[in-house]
C-alpha cells in the first residue's frame, strides 16, 4: 500500500500537461507559400547507379584444371550426371558422388546473360562430410566416371 502511494505522485505527472489544444482550419499546404515550402525540402530523385558487377575470381589449384572453368555439359561428361542441381538466380550448384568422396561445383557467369563456368569446387568424404583434397576426389571422380562410360547401358 505504501509503494502505491509513494507512486500516485509520479502518476498524477504524467497527465499534468494542461496546455489548450489549437485547431487548424485549413491544412498547412493549402497555401501557395507553404507549398512552395513543400516542395523545397523534398530530395531531387537521382537516376539508378550503374554497378558494374565484377567477374567471378576462379579458384586455382594443382588438380583442378578441366573442372575449374568448365560448363555443366563439359562437367557432365566427365563425372555423369549430377546428383543434385541447385539454381539460385543466375548461378548453379552440381554435386556428384561418388564411393569415396562428394564433389560440389559451383558455376557463376562471367557476365550477365553468357553461360555460368565452374569457378570454385568443393569436396568432401561420403561417410562422414569431413573435408579431403579437391584434386584426389576429382581423380577419383574422373575414374569411376570413365569405368562406368565402358559398361553397356552406362
Do not use: N
Not at 10 to 33: F, H
Not at 62 to 67: I, K, N, S, T
Not at 101 to 130: F, M, N
Amino acid at each position: 500500500m505504501l509503494i502505491l502511494l509513494a507512486l500516485l505522485p509520479m502518476l498524477a505527472a504524467c497527465g499534468a500537461d494542461k496546455r489548450p489544444v489549437q485547431s487548424v482550419s485549413a491544412p498547412a499546404a493549402a497555401t501557395p507559400r507553404a507549398q512552395s515550402r513543400q516542395h523545397s525540402r523534398v530530395p531531387a530523385v537521382r537516376p539508378p547507379v550503374q554497378q558494374h558487377v565484377a567477374a567471378p575470381r576462379a579458384l586455382t589449384a594443382p588438380g583442378l584444371e578441366g573442372v575449374v572453368g568448365a560448363s555443366q555439359a563439359e562437367l557432365t561428361r566427365q563425372f555423369g550426371a549430377p546428383r543434385l542441381e541447385v539454381w539460385e538466380g543466375d548461378a548453379r550448384k552440381l554435386q556428384f558422388t561418388g564411393t569415396a568422396c562428394v564433389l560440389d561445383v559451383y558455376l557463376y557467369p562471367a557476365a550477365p546473360g553468357r553461360e555460368p563456368q565452374a569457378t570454385y569446387v568443393d569436396a568432401r568424404r561420403a561417410s562422414d562430410g569431413k573435408d579431403v583434397d579437391r584434386a584426389t576426389c576429382i581423380a577419383a571422380l574422373r575414374q569411376r566416371s570413365g569405368a562406368s562410360a565402358g559398361k553397356p547401358g552406362g
